[in-house]
């Protein structure tokens, strides 16, 4: 595709349940970031993938979020019993290159918790 | 760690006047600076890098180390510059790659 796809682009879930958030970069990139974004707020850094490897998890709020790239392409953002404080929209964003600068966002998912 | 401010959440202006969206920020090191914009109904989008020294658009922003400033301005606003900006900083150098960014400020341009 010609830009980063995310989906799905609207999730509504009961405070408690389980949401995968998935994210498609740009073909070839090899930096993936995933950031989350309050209502008002400005993007905030979540996790950066360089291929496959996960290499900075610190903005992750709770065990609650994981993320995984397995093949280096598509990742997915997982967020387990869901609390209403994760209504939020969720953004990833790829580099071509491990050093960031021009990141390529998607259009992100908005996830609600109710 | 690192730090934007952008003090202004809203910031209204009419067409043909001058514009300045204002960016400070707070890091011990040598940072890179950016603008990203975000137009209505589209993705978040870069417009411009402070090593960059150009122009996008009408819009510069100048690196100002002693006032930890990066403003951005346009001379003359249009009505299509209505949009959220969001002024974001990375640590400069090799290994650099996680953006912070402000909370951003929605300038809306007056007809």
């Known amino acids: 595709g010609a830009g980063v796809s995310q989906s799905p682009r609207y999730k509504v879930a009961k405070r408690g349940q389980d949401v995968a958030l998935r994210c498609d970069p740009i073909s070839g990139h090899v930096s993936l970031f995933w950031y989350q974004q309050a209502l008002g707020q400005g993007p905030e850094f979540l996790t950066y993938f360089q291929n496959e490897a996960q290499l900075d998890k610190s903005g992750l709020p709770s065990d609650r979020f994981f993320a995984e790239r397995p093949e280096g392409s598509v990742s997915t953002l997982k967020i387990q019993r869901t609390q209403q404080e994760d209504s939020a929209v969720y953004l990833c964003?790829?580099?071509?290159?491990?050093?960031?600068?021009?990141?390529?966002f998607g259009e992100g998912s908005r996830l609600t918790v109710l | 760690a690192q730090r934007v401010t952008q003090p202004e959440k809203l910031l209204s202006v009419f067409k043909g006047a001058p514009v300045e969206l204002k960016c400070n920020y707070s890091y011990s090191g040598s940072p890179e600076l950016f603008w990203y914009v975000q137009y209505s109904r589209q993705r978040l989008q870069l417009l411009l890098r402070?090593?960059s020294r150009e122009s996008i658009k009408g819009f510069t922003a100048d690196l100002n180390k002693g006032e930890t400033s990066f403003h951005l301005k346009k001379p003359f606003a249009q009505e299509e510059d209505s949009a959220m900006y969001y002024c974001?900083?990375?640590?400069f150098g090799a290994g650099s790659y996680q953006l912070t960014f402000g909370k951003g400020t929605k300038l809306s341009v007056i007809p």
């Open positions: 402070h090593i």
């Open positions: 974001a900083l990375t640590p």
């Open positions: 964003a790829s580099s071509l290159g491990p050093i960031s600068g021009e990141l390529f």
